[in-house]
């Protein structure tokens, strides 16, 4: 039994690898839409959802969105998100070097300072 199942298995393998044409071919299979359809689906539900969100802030008395005020708004989100993430990162900065100042510091018997002792040694020695 085992032997013609294993003999059916690779009948099949075989049968697929030298079979002509692909297997789409052999169930006449097509994709539904092209990719040229799929992209106009996509421009037309834009425009479908701007339209949507443009009739309730008429209704509600704002100015109407345009394609222009939504980039401007991303930017600007962006921007936004870029600055504070680059403020944590400061923020980051200056915890870790804070820490191994006071580490050194309680290495050679010194007090440890703050962290605004530490901003203003900081800020005098930028100057």
């Known amino acids: 039994m085992a032997a013609v199942v294993g003999g059916l298995l690779v009948a099949l393998i075989l049968l697929g690898l030298f079979y002509p044409g692909s297997g789409a ?3 006449d299979w097509r994709p539904t839409r092209s990719p040229e359809v799929e992209f106009q689906n996509e421009l037309d539900d ?3 959802m701007q339209a949507a969100i443009n009739a309730k802030r008429r209704a509600r008395g704002a100015a109407e969105l ?4 939504v980039r401007a708004q991303v ?10 993430h680059d403020d944590a990162l400061v923020e980051q900065d200056i915890a870790q070097m804070l820490a191994a100042k ?16 530490y901003e203003r040694d900081l800020g005098g020695g930028a100057s």
């Open 75 to 84: 930017s600007e989100d962006l921007r936004a998100q870029v600055e504070r």
């Open 25 to 27: 071919a052999q169930v």
């Open 66 to 69: 345009t394609e222009e005020h």
């Open 46 to 48: 834009v425009a479908q």
């Open 102 to 117: 006071n580490g050194r510091r309680r290495a050679k018997g010194l007090p440890e300072i703050t962290r605004e002792q």
